[in-house]
């Protein structure tokens, strides 16, 4: 009897392992709200994900007050061109998804998502980063193609659970090629054949 209650738990503790490892799985099992209206309509604390499409140049303030379970959170295919300082208050959010947009900085308190494990901004018009990103030490996924981002600060050294980086569609140098690789020597990096840039 103890076998077969040993060998259930296994699989139970395997099963709950794995989904909690993939978000993209963890996100197909629940409910996504796509209106703010229906997400406000809901149990507040039911709310887990949020996607809103509606050209927005703005995030609604309601977003970042209203859901304190906010896990995943997508705000791509709008017009924003910044992201509030507000955003530092969804302490619970693993995922955010911001490409398509005109976005042209990151607040600082980008660094206080403490749980953040994929960041998706590519396709957006970003010069640089904040240097409190390196503060995202669960970060495993980075992705900024199509930027205009040839440096990264140098927090991100520490950054020691970061997996990938995908840095392609933007033109840099070999030399900032390189020193970016320097900076993060375990993730992958992905960059398009660097330019002779004047190098």
Not at 14 to 40: G, R
Not at 68 to 77: F, G, I, M
Not at 134 to 139: A, S
Request: charged letters at 25%; proline letters at 5%.
């Amino acid at each position: 009897m103890r076998f077969v209650f040993g060998v259930i738990f296994m699989l139970i503790s395997s099963v709950s392992y794995a989904q909690n490892w993939t978000l993209d799985a963890l996100e197909n099992q629940i409910y996504q709200y796509t209106s703010l209206e229906e997400a406000l309509a809901a149990p507040r604390d039911s709310v887990y994900s949020l996607k809103l499409k509606n050209r927005l140049r703005e995030v609604p303030p309601e977003v970042f007050t209203a859901f304190p379970n906010l896990q995943w959170l997508d705000l791509s295919k709008n017009r924003l061109v910044d992201i509030p300082s507000n955003i530092g208050l969804l302490k619970n959010l693993k995922k955010l998804i911001l490409y398509k947009n005109k976005i042209e900085s990151l607040p600082p308190q980008i660094g206080e998502l403490e749980n953040l494990q994929e960041l998706i901004i590519n396709q957006n018009e970003l010069v640089t980063l904040p240097e409190e990103i390196g503060n995202l030490k669960k970060l495993r996924y980075l992705d900024m193609w199509s930027n205009n981002i040839t440096r990264l600060p140098g927090s991100m050294a520490e950054m020691y659970a970061l997996e990938e980086v995908d840095l392609r569609v933007i033109v840099m140098t070999q030399s900032e090629q390189e020193d970016i690789k320097i900076l993060l020597p375990n993730a992958e990096v992905k960059m398009d054949n660097h330019c002779n840039c004047g190098n």
